[in-house]
């Protein structure tokens, strides 16, 4: 059986030599709305960016061969993605969703779809005993984030897969945090993987994107129907710096991983800091099923400190690390959940799952591991 | 033309594209003006202004192809359980996104022909929230009194959206006759290069704005800061576009209307086209789209397959001249029967004028259309 090429090689040649013109090395980026037809009746392949653009073909292509699947779509934001995908099910339908999770997702759920009667229930994923008891016929679909934002929590996707089986419904992963380098949920039995491209895909926190890779033709047909109907499509110069980003994703989630494990182990140590979320650290749970089905432990942590207070210190004192929303780019980012990522979910369940207010979250970047210790201890204090 | 064109930073005469997802905060404890790029972006800001400028409405919005910009307009403000009133013969995208999709989430619809604006008037029923309309319409241009219909709508207490892709606001200004909501594709004659896919939304009333906010946040179709510079360097062409392309289209349409291979023409500019005295009164200019029906099917065909000078391809609005055929491109999703109803037949050819020399436009035509097989 030929060799599958490993993925190091694969990410490194994204888009290599993909027009077969000129023998371009990097992808031509289609800035096109529409195409010729040679002849009525007859078309190239393309006739409305829309419908399908050649620069975001090599991307799309890319990404269903990076994630195991059939057919990726790639769409103009990662809840653009999400949103596109919901609209498979129908009112009356219900998806059990982890319970933590981005709050863009939340938002979405009980702001735009649960008023359609497309109904979300959250759930605590790591434990599947819990998602047995939500199962009833309604449901139609698992919505699984693991590690899950911001608190790193797993979840056996093998045996999620399974007991979704039993009841006929889709397992969709959201696989942003980990992407494809680190994680395939495809081969472990999902039916979908949603991305926000904007994060590690595109590695540079200069882009929004959002993916959505199936495992079938037919699923794939569905949301390719609806990409078309419903256009929110990643427009070609976007997707050109996605497929960019994409070539340097093996040596930055490495070297970010890398980074990350260093901080996590010393963040544990340090005075002033309470507990550590990172998937990497012994004594995580759900650390023995992550590591059966990921190849790396991420580069986020979570951390708490003592309050509020604490928290303002050390994001107005961080130099090198920004205070920004958003994760999974080359420079580090420090980030306050309850006020940004996870404002839009009601304080209840904030409260339920602990993104309370002594909560930071950190995307660790590729900078030196000592500069950033460095920053961190000064900003700590 | 001068809005969004200049860098308040550095005063540089083209506003920077901000390729960012993110922007650093300065406060914690408050919130900023940039926080990530769903939400806002400077380049998009700056053309979302600038189409709330040219619709002479409260906001805009961008977004990233025509259909996404008509979809988040119709999740913004409709809900499970109700109903739209809808323009009968519309793009095909549009009848897909009606027939295809929201029926599945409750929402349903009534095509009706709004050359009559008391059609409206008998289709509206106790669950109709929303009136839908283009005008002129597409592809054989048939016009709505637009005032007309937003009083009908207003005295239901009815929201009307206009999709106002083939006019544009430089030509007709629907928030200026009463409507709510105007939508495009932008990709067409407000991009004008065919080059780039994008949507507008743009609302009248200041508290619309929120909930088309809300739904473009949410989610998140929105258009990217290169596209949208690249729109707004399109727009700052628009003018002179639209009145070299309509004086282009005018005497094209004359010239078809005077051949013996035409049946018919379509076209808001030429006096025998129904609803010509209503138009000039929300319209300053007819636009440059014209459609013919051939006398046979054979010449429709043979024009398709004839020319040298026209492209042949979907979409409109560009520079260059496309000559499409809407049976087999932008009415493919209507089935047949509706189809050719809607007068809608396969000796209709739709052309978008661009801005070469007409005459070598009217030659090509010529050619296509006598050149025996």
Known sequence: ?381 | MHTASRDAATGALSIPIYNASTFHQADVEKPQEWEYGRGGNPTRRALEELLAKLENGAAGFAFSSGMAAMTTAVMAFVKAGDHIVATRDIYGGTYRLLTGFLPKFGIMHTFVDMTDAQNIERAIGKSTTLILLESPSNPLLRLTDIEAVAGIAKKHGILTILDNTFMTPYLQRPLDLGIDVSVHSATKFLGGHSDLIAGAVIVKAPERAGAVKFTQNTCGAVLGPQDSWLLIRGIKTLSARMDTQGANALRVAEWLAEQPWTSQVYYPGLSAHPGHEIFKRQATGFGAVVSVKTDTVERALAIMKRVKLWNVAVSLGGVESILSYPRLMSHASIPTTEREALGITDTVLRLSIGLEDVEDLIEDLEQAALTPP
Not at chain 1, 29 to 56: C, K, V
């Open chain 1, 1 to 381: 059986m030929k060799r599958r090429k490993s993925i190091e090689t694969i990410l490194s040649h994204a888009g290599l030599c993909s027009d077969p013109a000129t023998g371009a090395i990097s992808t031509p980026i289609y800035q096109t709305a529409t195409f010729g037809h040679p002849r009525l009746g007859e078309s190239t392949g393309f006739d409305y960016s829309r419908t399908s653009n050649p620069t975001r073909l090599v991307l799309e292509r890319m990404l269903a061969d990076l994630e195991q699947g059939n057919r990726a779509y790639a769409f103009s934001s990662g809840m653009a993605a999400i949103t596109s995908l919901m609209t498979l099910f129908k009112p009356g339908d219900k998806v059990l969703v982890s319970d933590d999770l981005y709050g863009g997702t939340y938002r979405l759920f009980e702001k735009t779809f649960k008023p359609w009667n497309l109904n979300a229930e959250f759930v605590d994923f790591s434990d599947l005993a819990a998602v047995e008891q939500s199962l009833d016929r309604n449901v139609k679909a698992f919505f699984i984030e693991t590690p899950t934002n911001p608190l790193m929590k797993i979840t056996d996707l093998k045996k999620a897969a399974k007991l979704a089986c039993t009841h006929d419904a889709l397992v969709i992963v959201d696989n942003t945090f980990m992407t494809p380098y680190c994680q395939r949920p495809i081969p472990l039995g999902a039916d979908i993987v949603v991305h926000s491209g904007t994060k590690y895909l595109s590695g540079h926190n200069d882009t929004l994107a959002g993916v959505v890779v199936a495992k079938t033709a037919g699923l794939a047909a569905k949301i390719g129907f609806i990409q078309n109907a419903t256009g929110a499509v990643l427009a070609p110069f976007d997707s050109w710096l996605v497929l960019r980003g994409l070539k340097t994703l093996a040596v930055r989630m490495d070297r970010s991983q890398e980074n990350a494990a260093t901080v996590a182990a010393w963040l544990t140590k340090r005075k002033g800091v309470r507990t550590v979320y990172f998937p990497g650290l012994s004594g995580h749970p759900g650390q023995r099923i992550h590591k059966t089905q990921s190849s790396g432990p991420g580069a986020i942590i979570s951390f708490r400190v003592a309050g509020p207070a604490v928290v303002k210190k050390i994001i107005n004192r961080v130099k090198t690390i920004t205070f920004a929303e958003s994760l999974g780019g080359v420079e580090s980012l420090i980030t306050y959940p309850i006020s940004q990522t996870h404002a839009d979910i009601c304080a209840a369940m904030r409260d339920r799952i602990g993104v309370t207010d002594d909560l930071l979250r950190l995307s660790i970047g590729i900078e030196s591991c000592d500069d950033l210790i460095a920053d961190l201890d000064q900003a700590i204090g």
